[in-house]
């Protein structure tokens, strides 16, 4: 739960305080939904974040490398004319400057103003749910293809390095803390025997035959803000592992969500 004195003290929330709801969607982060109103009746909303620094230990990197970010799509979408209020996300300074807050308990809070008229989905149930998917992942990434990605931070070191995640895997099949093992000598052989395509994409990197990009990394279809009324994909958000990366991790995982029906 969040301390609504300590967030008004240390974020401008326009307006005075009416409700709240938690947001259940995410995995990671602790995210409500908070309603402020003038007294005109005027409801300004927004969405607040406890950050799960057990994962990301590092929140100034994490708020440096999203607020980066969001500034330059912020001054790209309003360069063509679009909605600099929908199309990204809007994060809040802190009184202090940053963008998240510590409270008392050591807990890390961030801010953003609250994109109204959308929905998201979890499951992909029509050809046009990913077309739109994924012409947004693609916008996103276009829309930074200048960024210099190598000014990110890895928030998570290694999240996309495959064959860091093999060594992972065989250290766990040789711990077989579950138990497991004997249960599934098929389907580990068959991982096993596909070593050599783990280091495929690093090989890639090493010889410079492609660009390290801003990529998000964790491309599911529920990290997208869907337009009421267009079905258009207008927001990327969960930004919290965007880093350099090559573009074929964001379409190989937006691939692997997609279709696994």
Same mark, same amino acid.
């Given at each position: 739960?969040?301390?609504?004195?300590?967030?008004?003290?240390?974020?401008?929330?326009?307006?005075?305080?009416?409700?709240?709801?938690?947001?259940?969607?995410?995995?990671?982060?602790s995210?409500?939904? @908070?309603?402020?109103?003038?007294?005109?009746?005027?409801?300004?909303?927004?969405?607040?974040?406890?950050?799960?620094?057990?994962?990301?230990?590092?929140?100034?990197?994490?708020?440096?490398?999203? =607020?980066?970010?969001?500034?330059?799509?912020?001054?790209?979408?309003?360069?063509?004319?679009?909605?600099?209020?929908?199309?990204?996300?809007?994060? @809040?300074?802190?009184?202090?400057?940053?963008?998240?807050?510590?409270?008392?308990?050591?807990?890390?809070?961030?801010?953003?103003?609250?994109?109204?008229?959308?929905?998201?989905?979890?499951?992909?149930?029509?050809?046009e749910?990913?077309?739109?998917?994924?012409?947004?992942?693609?916008?996103?990434?276009?829309?930074?293809?200048?960024?210099?990605?190598?000014? @990110? =931070?890895?928030?998570?070191p290694? +999240?996309?390095?495959?064959?860091?995640?093999?060594?992972? +895997?065989?250290k766990?099949?040789?711990?077989?803390?579950?138990?497991?093992?004997?249960?599934?000598q098929?389907e580990?052989?068959?991982i096993l025997?596909?070593?050599?395509?783990?280091?495929?994409?690093?090989?890639?990197?090493?010889?410079?035959?492609?660009?390290?990009?801003?990529?998000?990394?964790?491309?599911?279809?529920?990290?997208?803000?869907?337009?009421?009324?267009?079905?258009?994909?207008?927001?990327?958000?969960? @930004?919290?592992?965007?880093?350099?990366?090559?573009?074929?991790?964001?379409?190989?995982?937006?691939?692997?969500f997609?279709?696994?029906?």
């Open positions: 739960m969040f301390d609504i004195e300590f967030l008004q003290s240390n974020f401008k929330l326009q307006g005075t305080y009416q409700s709240y709801k938690p947001l259940n969607d995410g995995h990671i982060n995210t409500f939904v @908070l309603d402020y109103a003038d007294e005109d009746g005027t409801v300004h909303r927004y969405v607040v974040q406890k950050i799960n620094t057990h994962i990301f230990t590092n929140p100034d990197a994490l708020m440096g490398n999203i =607020v980066g970010v969001t500034t330059f799509l912020q001054k790209k979408i309003a360069a063509r004319g679009g909605n600099v209020q929908r199309e990204t996300l809007d994060f @809040l300074p802190a009184a202090d400057g940053k963008y998240y807050a510590k409270d008392s308990t050591g807990s890390c809070w961030r801010c953003y103003r609250h994109i109204g008229n959308v929905y998201t989905c979890n499951i992909i149930d029509s050809e749910v990913f077309y739109n998917a994924g012409t947004a992942f693609g916008a996103f990434q276009q829309a930074l293809a200048d960024y210099p990605s190598e000014t @990110l =931070v890895e928030t998570i290694n +999240f996309h390095n495959t064959y860091s995640r093999f060594l992972d +895997f065989k766990a099949v040789a711990d077989d803390l579950s138990g497991r093992r004997a249960n599934v098929d580990i052989q068959f025997d596909r070593e050599a395509d783990t280091h495929v994409l690093l090989n890639f990197i090493d010889k410079g035959e492609l660009p390290l990009r801003v990529t998000h990394n964790d491309t599911k279809l529920n990290n997208i803000l869907f337009d009421d009324k267009t079905n258009q994909g207008i927001c990327i958000i969960d @930004l919290d592992t965007v880093m350099p990366g090559l573009a074929l991790y964001d379409f190989g995982d937006s691939i692997r997609g279709a696994n029906t």
